[in-house]
DNA sequence: CCATATCGTCAGTGTTGCTGACGATCGGAA
DNA sequence: TTCCGATCGTCAGCAACACTGACGATATGG
């Protein structure tokens, strides 16, 4: 990811009518203050990636996990490592396929998530996205998840 | 960065209605698509970047097309080193300043972005944004371009 | 003329994620 | 059942990367 603290200058020129250094710009920005809220509780944006995926989905195994978020099964291992020695997941071996598994929130995982983490990255969006109106927040939002969708 | 090759399942439930996850997923597959499509020409995103910056700039100091591209200036120096050999951007000192370089595109170095690398980018985003109607791809750029702006 | 700050450079360093192998386990085919 | 290929988690080694802190050269303000 990128050095933090430091600030990136708008381009100017043709550049800023190309959706492609728009949309870079817009989610590194989002994804740099992230990372800064979350450093408070020592974590990173693929630790919240973890324990948001958990809560939506239930208990998981590793590389299921990996999979959503893009992160490779070996560098999960040492993710997951980190998560359970603070209490925020548990490993369990699962019951169907005894190689896997089966990686469930705590709660206290679920704990941080609601009390903590979710309002903390609300706060985030809101600032970030705050100069919009809010219908074009509800039009950028179907917009990005028909670009989700459509994959 | 991330890996490439591997691809990134879209995730369910709460998080598909969060702006934050959606616009970071959107950023990612754009970029590893842009990633993939120029390492044909062995250039990286931010190697295009600068070529970007300073063909919409005009001649820049290493410093400033780092600060414009969120580059460390010591990182910047082997970017320049390697787009310099490669005859694609050329060191002159600042008159004005003679600690500083004032880089220049040159001319194969415009040639090849603008017969090659815009071309090649442009088809990237055509296909990923292929499926949006004309009139949310308007809309899209807009708000986004609001965003960067209020700053 | 001196002090402080900035530009580019470079060696050293720490982090990061991937590669490729391993044992264990699963699933299907013979 | 037995066998074979694929998958899960793990780990050591590796390679890429960007940052830290120092340096000489230069600029700028007192």
């Known amino acids: 990811m990128e050095g933090d603290g430091r600030l990136a ?12 250094w728009l949309l870079g710009d817009a989610a590194r ?4 203050e992230l990372e800064r809220v979350l450093r408070k509780d020592d974590l990173r ?8 995926v ?19 099964r070996s560098t999960m291992v040492h993710v997951i ?3 359970e020695e603070r209490g925020l997941v548990a490993r369990a071996r699962d019951a169907a396929d005894r ?5 469930r929130l705590t709660d206290s995982g679920r704990a941080l998530l609601v009390d903590v983490l979710h309002p903390a990255t609300e706060a985030v969006q809101e600032r970030v996205l705050g100069g919009l109106a809010a219908e074009d927040r509800m039009h950028l939002n179907r917009v990005l998840a028909q670009l989700a969708a459509g994959r």
Chains 1, 2 share one sequence.
């Open 9 to 20: 200058a708008p381009v100017s020129g043709p550049l800023a009518t190309s959706v492609c």
């Open 29 to 32: 920005e989002l994804t740099q």
């Open 81 to 83: 490592d980190v998560l």
């Open 45 to 52: 944006w693929r630790d919240y990636g973890v324990l948001v």
């Open 54 to 72: 958990l809560e939506a989905a239930g208990p998981l195994s590793q590389q299921e996990i990996g999979r959503r978020l893009s992160v490779d």
């Open 99 to 103: 190689r896997a598994y089966s990686i």
